[in-house]
């Protein structure tokens, strides 16, 4: 367990932890000389079942409130200390305001200096902490007064015992998922190299284990931890709600800042904007507006941010409201993290809340359905189960991005009872969980949209995949479009031919003396390769009107038989896809140019552009100034 001191300057803060510990937390020698914290300090002490009970001591003074939160993030356990000569003070204030913004739902109460203090005076600070934690997480916790400095010290004694009881009955955090480490100070030490210490949030990194992939964040340097130090002793596991020194190998300190991150490499997404859940405080000096400029606390971070509401034109004092946070740098955080908001002089904390979305758009991020997805999200933070993210998803949810909203812990992902899993083709993304009522829809959505073109165009073979994504399900990312196709085919509700898709009843019937045409057509045109007839040499070959060959190789094409390159130029259907190949083994994500496909192919530099504009006009490719780029999807016939 870790316990975070909180109270005004020179409230006895640094003595008692002496006192509970025996370690004197003031380690700079300016912090001697003024007898005043100025950094955070830390302690241990053993418990009786061999668990180290760690401390973490912050600095009262109102212009180091910074450094206060850096060290209140991640504790377990508040200990609010008032000296009983002064009594609650602006910090008492305002320390309270930021355990109870964090989150924090155990801890405990020291009236210090109570040699200074009459029993009459005692009561009546016990009268103004009372007033100050009620309906907050100390409204019932227990009080003690103390001397730290006394040779007789009964309410320390009470004091520690209740705190080492506390720890040994405090169940230890999940270990389960991605590792995280906030890094709230960095230094060198001679013979050993850079060291970061901070606490662990959530994870297990083990020397002994499988290698981790840790890398430093939001930077993305690899990272390698030589040893470690947990909880002042050495270790060679770091566990979520230990404190932890890590020697790092292949980083230099310089490279490393208070408020970054050592994490496990799935976990973050670093991002400019963050969506969240903001409570701002009734002393708040006025409403928070769009794109005014606030102090950010975030982890063991100190940034500052734009405010834009979500909800409203401003957040007035006493309100709680979504809100859009942007930064000048990406930052890293995760879904039910805690934030402090200071205002625009960091001169008093005016707000705080819940990390929603980590990685947030800069579009229609008022629109209904983020709205309703960042309640969701809401509701996913406090506990809420895989349902409420689902019915807001209305295209399903990646798996990276459900373990990233899970932190990696594949406990919180129990299945919903109709949600299902798909799996797309290989090499073609990862797999998507999504609500079985959703699919059905969309399925059904796909067919209708179908039987609806048959309807309008019973002489047409069916729709290609791009033409019926448009009209079907235009904003569906590709993955799931390639799963829900296949899986029509599969179910027999769909039927492909050639580039075409369409019912499975539908039929193109030929006439008797059509079908015997193109039976002579057909082979012609293939046996031509990158280079078939032209249709008035076929019909001069076969002594046809050129009319009526025309117009059957135009019935052959929306029969998916054929494509049209340019005016009266068809190709098979197999060499196209041959033709497709070329591009795809081509492109390597650069795209290929009408010289590379000349050269691939054999064809001259007219026929290969004419062949690439008919690509870019399907939607197979794009021109992007003199190179054609694949789009992404695959050519039908490649993936049969």
């Known amino acids: 367990m870790i316990i975070g001191t909180a109270g005004h300057i020179d409230h006895g803060k640094t003595t008692l932890v002496r006192a509970l510990t025996g370690v004197d937390t003031d380690r700079l020698q300016e912090e001697k000389k003024r007898g005043i914290s100025i950094e955070l300090g830390y302690a241990y002490t053993p418990l009786a079942d061999g668990q180290v009970l760690g401390f973490i001591d912050v600095p009262g003074h109102e212009r180091l409130v910074h450094t206060m939160v850096a060290g209140a993030t991640g504790i377990d356990f508040g200990l609010l200390i008032v000296a009983a000569d002064d009594g609650v003070m602006p910090q008492t204030r305002e320390h309270m305001a930021v355990l109870q913004l964090l989150g924090l739902q155990d801890g405990a109460i020291a009236i210090s200096k109570a040699d200074r203090a009459d029993a009459a005076r005692i009561e009546q600070v016990r009268a103004q902490v009372a007033a100050l934690t009620q309906d907050t997480f100390l409204q019932n916790a227990p009080v003690f007064v103390v001397d730290a400095v006394s040779i007789h010290m009964p309410g320390v004694d009470a004091l520690r015992r209740h705190l080492h009881e506390r720890a040994m009955h405090t169940s230890q955090r999940n270990q389960a998922g991605y590792f995280r480490q906030a890094i709230d100070r960095v230094f060198t030490l001679p013979g050993h190299g850079t060291i970061v210490t901070g606490t662990v949030h959530a994870g297990l990194l083990d020397l002994d284990g499988p290698p981790l992939d840790l890398r430093l964040m939001p930077h993305g340097k690899p990272v390698r931890v030589r040893s470690i130090h947990a909880q002042n002793r050495p270790a060679r596991q770091a566990l979520a709600g230990q404190r932890c020194a890590l020697n790092l190998g292949g980083l230099d300190v310089r490279d490393i800042a208070r408020g970054d991150w ?268 990158f280079d078939p007839p032209w249709m008035r040499d076929l019909a001069r070959e076969l002594t046809e009107p050129e009319e009526r060959v025309r117009t059957l190789l135009r019935r052959l094409v929306r029969q998916g038989d054929l494509y049209q390159i340019v005016h009266d130029l068809f190709y098979h259907h197999r060499q196209v896809a041959h033709l497709a190949r070329v591009i795809s083994e081509q492109d390597a994500g650069k795209g290929i140019s009408a010289a590379q496909f000349r050269d691939a192919t054999g064809l001259g530099r007219k026929r290969a552009i004419q062949i690439l504009e008919f690509f870019d006009r399907i939607g197979y490719t794009r021109r992007l100034r003199d190179r054609h780029v694949l789009r992404g999807e695959a050519w039908p016939e490649q993936t049969r």
């Open 262 to 529: 050592l994490a496990d490499a799935r976990l973050f997404s670093p991002s400019c904007r963050i969506d969240v859940e903001l409570t701002l405080l009734d002393k708040a000096d006025g409403p928070l507006r769009a794109w005014s400029p606030w102090h950010v606390h975030l982890g063991a971070a100190h940034l500052t941010a734009h405010a834009v509401p979500l909800q409203g034109d401003a957040l007035q004092p006493g309100q709680t409201g979504k809100v859009q946070l942007v930064f000048e740098q990406p930052v890293c955080t995760v879904t039910g993290e805690r934030f402090i908001l200071r205002n625009a002089q960091a001169r008093d904390t005016v707000g705080g809340g819940l990390i929603l979305d980590p990685d947030a758009p800069d579009r229609k991020r008022r629109a209904p359905a983020r709205l309703a997805w960042l309640d969701a999200l809401a509701g996913w933070a406090r506990g809420a189960n895989l349902d409420t993210l689902l019915a807001q998803a209305p295209y399903g949810l990646a798996e990276s991005t459900l373990l990233r909203l899970a932190g990696g812990d594949q406990t919180r992902l129990s299945l919903p009872p109709d949600a299902l899993w798909l799996e797309p083709g290989r090499g073609q993304g990862e797999r998507l969980l999504m609500d079985g009522d959703r699919l059905r829809a969309l399925c059904s959505r796909i067919e209708t949209t179908v039987l609806e073109f048959h309807d309008r165009n019973p002489d047409e073979p069916g729709l290609s995949a791009s033409r019926l994504k448009r009209m079907a399900a235009p904003t569906m990312p590709d993955t799931l479009w390639a799963v829900l196709i296949e899986r029509l085919i599969q179910e027999g509700q769909l039927a492909r031919q050639g580039s075409w898709l369409h019912r499975p009843d539908h039929r193109i019937c030929l006439s008797p003396e059509d079908t015997a045409l193109a039976t002579e057509l057909l082979p012609r045109i293939e046996a031509g390769g």
